[in-house]
């Protein structure tokens, strides 16, 4: 009876679509500044793939969980940020009259999104849903290399496949078969600091805007982290040197 109940939970596992894991075809990869234990964000970089998101992103995928105000964390002064707040509309409400009401947006207001609810945003997109990015980039394993890779590999199928109507061939999404059509081509949008617009170059600058959206602690983690293995290293030391001295006379 046991073996049975671990065969079926073993089979469970092994047989449960594991996102990536699916993917025969390997993710591109890039040497990312928030990688490994001192890895921090890159502030320029955040910027220019917040311009991308909403230039080119921002159409169908919303961004519930992330406010005006946190783009502070991108560098922008507190001017910079209501300026950029105002330029979208909020509903807010009911009014003394019972009324929902639109608005400009403030810097406390969470980021609005392009459908009024998920079946709208389903009626748009050929019955499939774009999902809220605010945590895709942790939602997803190896998550900035899958977006990096995801947002660059569209292409023909191959000789014999069918792509149906509405889908779109892609090798780095699990099926290959995606229903978001390409959004990126290179040259989308103009940068200010004159940063390259390759598509690879828009996905990377993506990729860390959505890595900083979803994980905005980040730095701070990592820097706990490193201080508390320097601390334990040197705790370590002094327990050794204690110990020697406390048993000295035992041996
Ligand atoms: C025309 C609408 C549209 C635009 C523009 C668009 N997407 Fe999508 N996106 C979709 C739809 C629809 C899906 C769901 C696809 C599916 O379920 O097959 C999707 C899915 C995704 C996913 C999830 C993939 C997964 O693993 O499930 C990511 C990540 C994503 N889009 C990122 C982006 C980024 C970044 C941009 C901007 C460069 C963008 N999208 C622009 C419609 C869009």
């Given at each position: 009876?046991?073996?049975?109940?671990?065969?079926?939970?073993?089979?469970?596992?092994?047989?449960?679509?594991?996102?990536?894991?699916?993917?025969?075809?390997?993710?591109?990869?890039?040497?990312?500044?928030?990688?490994?234990?001192?890895?921090?964000?890159?502030?320029?970089?955040?910027?220019?793939?917040?311009?991308?998101?909403?230039?080119?992103?921002?159409?169908?995928?919303?961004?519930?969980?992330?406010?005006?105000?946190?783009?502070?964390?991108?560098?922008?002064?507190?001017?910079?940020?209501?300026?950029?707040?105002?330029?979208?509309?909020?509903?807010?409400?009911?009014?003394?009259?019972?009324?929902?009401?639109?608005?400009?947006?403030?810097?406390?207001?969470?980021?609005?999104?392009?459908?009024?609810?998920?079946?709208?945003?389903?009626?748009?997109?050929?019955?499939?849903?774009?999902?809220?990015?605010?945590?895709?980039?942790?939602?997803?394993?190896n998550g900035p290399n899958?977006?990096?890779?995801?947002?660059?590999?569209?292409?023909?199928?191959?000789?014999?496949?069918?792509?149906?109507?509405?889908?779109?061939?892609?090798?780095?999404?699990?099926?290959?078969?995606?229903?978001?059509?390409?959004?990126?081509?290179g040259d989308d949008v103009?940068?200010?600091?004159?940063?390259?617009?390759?598509?690879?170059?828009?996905?990377?600058?993506?990729?860390?805007?959505?890595?900083?959206?979803?994980?905005?602690?980040?730095?701070?983690?990592?820097?706990?982290?490193?201080?508390?293995?320097?601390?334990?290293?040197?705790?370590?030391?002094?327990?050794?040197?204690?110990?020697?001295?406390?048993?000295?006379?035992?041996?």
């Amino acid at each position: 009876m046991l073996s049975r109940i671990g065969a079926v939970l073993l089979f469970g596992v092994l047989s449960s679509p594991a996102w990536g894991a699916s993917s025969d075809v390997a993710l591109k990869t890039r040497d990312w500044s928030f990688s490994g234990p001192f890895g921090t964000f890159d502030k320029a970089a955040m910027q220019r793939g917040f311009q991308v998101y909403n230039e080119v992103c921002a159409g169908c995928h919303s961004m519930k969980l992330i406010a005006f105000r946190n783009f502070a964390d991108l560098g922008y002064s507190a001017a910079e940020i209501k300026a950029l707040a105002a330029q979208y509309e909020v509903q807010d409400g009911p009014n003394d009259d019972g009324e929902m009401f639109m608005r400009p947006a403030i810097p406390a207001d969470r980021m609005p999104s392009p459908y009024a609810n998920d079946n709208a945003a389903r009626a748009g997109n050929n019955g499939a849903l774009p999902p809220d990015l605010s945590l895709i980039a942790k939602a997803r394993p190896n998550g900035p290399n899958y977006l990096y890779s995801l947002l660059s590999s569209y292409g023909d199928a191959p000789n014999g496949k069918e792509v149906p109507d509405g889908m779109y061939y892609n090798t780095a999404y699990p099926g290959h078969l995606i229903a978001m059509p390409q959004p990126l081509y290179g040259d989308d949008v103009e940068f200010s600091d004159g940063a390259p617009t390759s598509i690879e170059a828009l996905s990377a600058d993506l990729t860390q805007f959505l890595m900083w959206a979803a994980e905005p602690k980040m730095e701070v983690r990592k820097r706990i982290g490193v201080a508390a293995v320097f601390f334990l290293s040197i705790f370590v030391i002094f327990s050794y040197l204690a110990k020697r001295r406390i048993w000295a006379d035992v041996h």
